[in-house]
C-alpha cells in the first residue's frame, strides 16, 4: 500500500509561481513494490482529469504540451518525494492538482489533491 501526502497549493496571480510537493509513504517487500513512475494530473471543472507531468525512477520526464517550459518535475528517490515547479502560471492552469505514483508491478495510486487557483 502506498500513501501520497500533497502539500503547497494554494492561490497565486498570473505570472507567479508554485511548488507542488508529494511525498509517498510505503513499506518495500520487493522491486515490484517499490514506485517506478511518479507524477501529477490536474482536474478543472467540468474538465476530464489530464497528465500534467510524469517522471520515472530512472528520471525520465514527460510533460503536457500546455506547461511545457513553464513547469518543471524532480524527483528525490531517497526520500520518494517527487516536486512540480510551476513558474508563469495562467489562468488556464487553474484546477485540482492529484500526485500519482506507479509500482513496478503496476499498482496506481493517488493523493488526495491540491487546489490551485490561478487569478487574472
Known amino acids: 500500500q502506498v500513501q501520497l501526502v500533497e502539500s503547497g497549493g494554494g492561490l497565486v496571480q498570473a505570472g507567479g509561481s508554485l511548488r507542488l510537493s508529494c511525498a509517498a509513504s510505503?513499506?518495500?517487500?520487493?522491486?515490484?513494490?517499490?514506485?517506478?513512475?511518479m507524477g501529477w494530473y490536474r482536474q478543472a471543472p467540468g474538465k476530464q482529469r489530464e497528465m500534467v507531468a510524469t517522471i520515472t525512477s530512472g528520471g525520465t520526464t514527460n510533460y503536457a504540451d500546455s506547461v511545457k517550459g513553464r513547469f518543471t518535475i524532480s524527483r528525490d528517490n531517497a526520500k520518494n518525494t517527487v516536486y512540480l515547479q510551476m513558474n508563469s502560471l495562467k489562468p488556464e492552469d487553474t484546477a485540482v492538482y492529484y500526485c500519482?505514483?506507479?509500482?513496478?508491478?503496476?499498482?496506481?495510486?493517488w493523493g488526495q489533491g491540491t487546489q490551485i487557483t490561478v487569478s487574472s
Open positions: 500519482n505514483a506507479v509500482q513496478f508491478r503496476g499498482s496506481n495510486y
Open positions: 510505503t513499506t518495500f517487500f520487493s522491486i515490484n513494490t517499490m514506485i517506478n513512475t
